[in-house]
């Protein structure tokens, strides 16, 4: 017997699609022209994408990895169907099951073996793909069950109008629906916004998206926004939970926190006396792009204004926009990439009395730190909160001083010297008591409702300095709101947004005692933000680097395009998110808000809302 290779194929493929019509008409049966052809085609029209298939078992539950869900596709279907995409399941009583698709699969229509000789070389000879010969098969993961207001009781409280003008509503998948329903593509976007949990109003964020394409629906606008919440009627409103923004460089973060940041500007919250006051956000900045959101975007046109005004997005530059400069010796700041009103400050020393880890550097020890304490509290009670920087240098050039404190055990003289050396940095110098207003005299222009105020620091060139000077009007910030007894009124009743870019460098979990003492209070500002109305809007490239006790309050992750693995695990998103981030495109973003709503994909405007860029 000959090799299976050896064998001569005689079908159709091997002749180069030449039949031999004598041998054809030879065997013809002439009878066969008496019979009508038969259309064996289903009767109507198709509805849908396919249906539920029950060849390996139907079965949903609380576990989600013993759940068996799939669906048919039929042929003229399967170049239309991507994974992540949602699809709607009928229930015969009106409910409807939403899921989305977890994976595709081919399979074996006929019992054949397919790894053969044969067949390889007539897959190599023909151009075609026989889908006929093939089942094409989807897996679904059940997501929610939707139902309209009176079907069902006790169910979840999230719902939007459905196009009957009934309540549509979600619960947790608790039926498994029926053989052979018919499965079809989810296009209504009260359904999808429903099935998701996407609240209808709130800050809007980019639009759904599958696999980097927009979700779209048959509506006008065809597209669905994703936006979190931002009303106390559903909770506290997730600005005050904390947001992170992560993304690598070029994966459009910049861009995106700015369409973000001006949606806040827009917004106003209830304070405890009952006013409504608009939101003021203090954004640092040390790429000096903040500042841009003062300006239009010269890049945006009328339509896709139009299309802007229609979904309730804010757009254009933001008129109460200015840029608070810091005075830092050595350095300029020229301000030529925007229009916005610049006011200069600096950071006065006085606020060291309440604050001595400004001057603790990453250097000094627990014992050393204990030391700088003690000889500010002094320095103070003698000079009052008018005691410069240069005041306090002089005061430890005092032998007198340090001879008394060796004696009396207070301060040890070598701990007395070492605290000497660290506290006269060059950084130090620079940054205090310049000639500028002080920050703590301008706390009007710092913080103004519905104001944006950005700190360029971009102009400074030292790493120290910048830190210096972010650290110490963030604390300013941060104390104030937490306060039971503010010095400003006006940061206490102000609904106020802290944003921080490169937040990896200020907020890193270190074992220093600056770090130790930057990090508890930032970690109960973000516990307390809640109450406070003050959120965290934290932007960087390296989230593994951000402390994880401030991390943990974060309740909002925006994740763009990340390639360090590192990263990527360290934002702790669901593992069907964390393989998407790397293949994300500029713009493209993975959300997860658990609070807000189930994980998804969203594409970002490709148009800034405001300036951006050169």
Known sequence: MSDLGDFTDFSSDDTDGEADPASSDANADPAADDFEPYDVSPAGSDRGLGSISVSQGLRVSEDGDETTLEAFVTSDNRESVRLGKYLLVPYPDDETLFCRITALEYAQEFEADDATEIHARRAMRRDDFAERDYKFVASLD??????????????????????????????????????????????????????????????????????????????????????????????????????????????????????????????????????????????????????????????????????????????????????????????????????????????????????????????????????????????FDDYGDGGTYDDFTTYLDDPALREELDESGRVHEATFDAVRRRA??????????????????????????????????YHVNDSRATELVVLAVASLLVDEKLSNDPTYDRIEETPLIVGMDEAHNFLTDAESVQARKVITKFTEAAKQGRKERLGLFLITQDPQDVAESVFKQVNTKLVLNLGDEDAIKSVNIPPKLEDKVPYMAKGQMVVYSPDNSEPVEVTGLSTCVTRHGE
């Open 142 to 379: 059940p997501v929610a069950v939707l139902f309209s207001e009176g079907e069902a009781q006790g169910a979840s409280d999230n719902r939007t109008k459905s196009g009957d003008g009934e309540d549509l509503q979600r619960r947790m998948v608790d039926r498994v629906p029926k053989p052979g329903a018919v499965v079809r593509e989810a296009s209504d976007a009260e359904q999808i916004k429903t099935g998701l949990a996407i609240p209808s109003e709130g800050v809007f964020v980019g639009h759904l998206s599958v696999g980097g394409e927009t979700v779209r629906t048959a509506a006008s606008p065809p597209t669905i926004d994703y936006r979190l919440k931002d009303d106390y009627a559903d909770g506290d409103p997730l600005v005050f939970r904390h947001t992170l923004v992560a993304g690598g460089t070029g994966s459009g973060k910049t861009h995106a926190s700015k369409n973000v940041l001006r949606q806040y500007l827009d917004t106003a919250y209830p304070m405890d006396d009952g006013r409504e006051v608009a939101t003021a956000v203090v954004q640092f900045d040390p790429q000096d792009e903040y500042a841009q959101m003062h300006d239009d975007n010269p890049d945006m046109d009328d339509d896709i204004a139009r299309r802007l005004d229609r979904e309730g997005v804010a757009h254009g530059g933001h008129d109460d926009t200015i840029a608070f400069v810091p005075e830092v010796g050595g350095a300029s700041y020229d301000g030529a990439n925007h229009r916005a009103e610049q006011v200069s400050f600096t950071v006065p020393f006085s606020m060291v009395r309440h604050r001595p880890w400004l001057v603790a550097g990453a250097r000094l020890n627990d014992n050393q730190y204990q030391a700088l304490d003690y000889l500010l509290d002094r320095f």
């Open 424 to 457: 006269l940095g060059s950084a130090f110098r620079r940054v205090f008591d310049r000639d500028a207003r002080p920050v703590t005299d301008l706390i009007h222009e710092l913080v103004r409702p519905g104001g944006l105020t950005v700190v360029p620091t």
